[in-house]
Antibody
Framework: QITLKESGPTLVKPTQTLTLTCSFSGFSLSAGGVGVGWIRQPPGKALEWLAV???????SYSPSLKNRLTITKGTSENQVVLTMTNMDPVDTATYYC???????????????????WGQGTLVTVSS | DIQMTQSPSTLSASVGDRVTITCRAS??????LAWYQQKPGKAPKLLIY???SLESGVPSRFSGSESGTEFTLTISSLQPDDFATYYC?????????FGQGTKLEIK
């Protein structure tokens, strides 16, 4: 049974750096084809993909946020960490982490869709 | 960047109706498209991947199709549980873009 859960601060100040942790179980990020991604959703708005890290430590970032994002495997083998610098009130959103495992011939190299999601964590940016 | 244009933004329908939601990609994405359902306060749920492959456990009333850069999600006979917001997501190599969402409301 695959589960994911996001954790981190619920409130950050403008210009601060946000660090979120995704803790997961039921799969190994060392297994071929596996990935973990981050997606966010401002209140009442659409989903926005942020970043993904793959089993081989390759990473992909949203072009519009690339300069602010870093995704890494955590110190624990079942964690992934996302950092976002220079936080702004427009970054207020629910942040989700999600599992990626493309079945045979269902993704291009580096492609990803997400079959299991965490419950999300709301991060508010305000002074 | 690949843009995804989803329509309509809101759709009013009744139980038993057949409904269609469309997503158009700004360039070719082959069949690399997924559909998700999201209910208020909940995480999205994967419905369809690779344009037309039904995720395990998803009812067969959901189906996906494609024609060039236009992708369609069809619900053949709406059930009360289907009223939610639906998103498409393209997943061409090393990139993922979501559509703006379609809110399916009860008429």
């Amino acid at each position: 049974q695959i589960t994911l859960k996001e954790s981190g601060p619920t409130l950050v100040k403008p210009t601060q750096t946000l660090t979120l942790t995704c803790s997961f179980s039921g799969f190994s990020l060392s297994a071929g084809g596996v990935g973990v991604g981050w997606i966010r959703q401002p209140p009442g708005k659409a989903l926005e993909w942020l970043a993904v890290i793959y089993w081989n430590d390759d990473k992909s970032y949203s072009p519009s946020l690339k300069n602010r994002l870093t995704i890494t495997k955590g110190t624990s083998e079942n964690q992934v960490v996302l950092t976002m610098t220079n936080m702004d009130p427009v970054d207020t959103a629910t942040y989700y982490c999600a599992h990626r495992l493309c079945r045979i011939a269902t993704c291009p190299p580096g492609g990803f869709y997400f079959d299991f999601w965490g419950q999300g964590t709301l991060v508010t940016v305000s002074s | 960047d690949i843009q995804m244009t989803q329509s309509p933004s809101t759709l009013s329908a009744s139980v038993g109706d057949r409904v269609t939601i469309t997503c158009r990609a700004s360039q070719s994405i082959s069949s690399w498209l997924a559909w998700y359902q999201q209910k208020p306060g909940k995480a999205p749920k994967l419905l369809i991947y690779k344009a037309s492959s039904l995720e395990s456990g998803v009812p067969s009333r959901f189906s996906g199709s494609e024609s060039g850069t236009e992708f369609t999600l069809t619900i053949s006979s709406l059930q009360p549980d289907d009223f939610a917001t639906y998103y498409c997501q393209q997943y061409n190599a090393y990139s993922g873009t979501f559509g703006q969402g379609t809110k399916l409301e009860i008429k």
